[in-house]
């Protein structure tokens, strides 16, 4: 049974679980019911999204996300788009409360009277029945101009296989599939997927489109927010595929006033080798965006930044993908947004960091000036803040002027203290 709510005429009545995103504006608050703000796509996201998406040519008709949890990417669609959007969302409670946060924000961008919220529905039920959902719709059935789909995954696990996406991907597709308005750029869908999957799981999900519709353009997005991790993963299909772009990287900005960097190819895949070589003074250690390195785009970017082809990959896997080079990176642009450290080798480290030695690391790190030393390798999670605060402390209000971080080499048992460029011009050269 579907049941149909107006998100010009809801009630908030009931609803809990009410919460400011962090990444929205002041004052547009959110209601996520049944456990849904962690299912949410933050504000920031949603509306870079759907700004994307404006770009290219959508046919007439509806934006339709058929599992629509609290409908913030819906409501950033329609708000961003102008066009009505049907949301479709299994759980009762998160499906009014996509309504009500719809009418939010059509209220803060006062367009309330505006036909793209008046034209707007959202429903609770299987988003995988278009029969079921258009029998509640009425009259107001349109053609779908555009898909979004971000199914819900198991949480709390690292991998996770494509059956366990719910809705399942082939429903959903093989189902609205003779309900999109026709279009030259073929149909227009969007997939956002769990940032786990896996190259061979893209394969299998690339597999599955093709069945539906073969031949469709794709491009696979990796996004992230700096954070070490990749944020979403998402495949563009069809009317809003980049030609001539196969993948793309996308680093979301810490404020909203500020554009994303984007980075983009058309090449393939190519998989990058590690090449472990001694430990050495002088050499430069580069921490990046563990999401550019995921996205297969960190090569390209790389010859671009470094003035050396000859670098190194000591970790390509997990949060802190680090690589080694003879030069200093030359950053133009926002490039400072895809790197969590650099700096140049000044020592080797060969004891281990503990509580026991870190007053070691605190004369080493004094005898090269440094103000600051943030430990960025892998570090029993209870002992990091301890060795960190320690570091902290000591070097505070000493003669240190130098900013830099620990990493780790890959073979033996060395950590490299490195010391970061300065921007500021009267402090020595390192
Ligand atoms: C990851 S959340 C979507 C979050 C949403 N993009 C947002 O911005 O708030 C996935 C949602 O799919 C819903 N879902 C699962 N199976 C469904 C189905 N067969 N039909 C409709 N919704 C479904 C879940 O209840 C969940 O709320």
Not at 170 to 197: C, K, Q
Request: charged fraction near 25%; charge should be negative.
């Amino acid at each position: 049974m579907h049941r149909l709510f107006n998100p010009s005429d809801v009630s908030s009545d009931g609803l809990v679980e009410h919460a400011q995103d962090a990444t929205a504006p002041q004052g547009l608050g959110f209601f996520h019911a049944k456990e849904g703000r962690p299912l949410a796509t933050p504000w920031q996201v949603a509306v870079l999204r759907a700004q994307a998406v404006a770009k290219h040519r959508l046919p007439e008709g509806v934006v339709l996300d058929c599992a629509c949890g609290s409908g913030i990417q819906l409501a950033a669609y329609a708000s961003t788009l102008q066009r009505p959007v049907l949301g479709v969302e299994l759980d009762e409670e998160r499906a009014r409360a996509s309504a009500v946060n719809l009418q939010t924000v059509a209220g803060h961008a006062q367009a309330s009277q505006a036909a793209w919220f008046l034209k707007s529905s959202v429903v609770a039920g299987d988003g995988c029945d278009p029969r079921g959902v258009q029998s509640v719709l009425g009259a107001d059935v349109q053609a779908v101009a555009f898909l979004h789909l971000d199914p819900a995954r198991p949480r709390n696990s690292r991998t996770h296989a494509l059956e366990e996406m719910q809705p399942p991907l082939h429903t959903v597709l093989e189902s609205w599939a003779p309900h999109f308005a026709p279009s030259p750029e073929g149909p227009a869908v969007l997939l956002d997927l769990s940032p786990r999957l896996t190259s061979s799981q893209r394969a299998e999900v690339e597999g599955i489109v093709e069945a539906v519709w073969p031949g469709i353009a794709k491009t696979w997005e990796w996004t992230s927010r700096g954070r070490g991790r990749v944020d979403r993963l998402a495949l563009w299909l069809g009317g809003i595929a980049s030609e001539g772009v196969a993948r793309r990287f996308v680093r979301v900005p810490a404020s909203l006033a500020d554009l994303p960097l984007m980075l983009s190819t058309n090449e393939d895949e190519t998989s990058l080798t590690l090449r472990h070589h001694p430990p050495k003074r002088g050499e430069h250690v580069s921490i990046l965006d563990a999401a550019l390195v995921e996205s297969g785009l960190a090569t390209a970017w790389f010859n671009r930044t470094g003035s050396d082809r000859n670098h190194r990959w000591a970790f390509i896997e997990g949060r802190r993908p680090q690589v080694h080079h003879d030069d200093v990176l030359q950053f133009e642009g926002q490039d400072e947004w895809l790197v969590q450290a650099t700096g140049r080798v000044v020592e080797l480290l060969t004891f281990a960091l503990d509580q026991s030695t870190v007053d070691r690391l605190v004369e080493v790190a004094l005898e090269h000036r440094m103000a600051s030393v943030k430990l960025r390798f892998d570090l029993d999670p209870a002992m990091q803040p301890i060795l960190q605060g320690s570091l902290d402390r000591q070097l505070r209000r000493r003669h240190g002027v130098r900013e830099g971080f620990v990493a780790r080499h890959p073979v033996g048992d060395v950590l490299l203290l490195c010391v970061s460029p300065t921007k500021d011009e009267d402090s020595p050269p390192i």
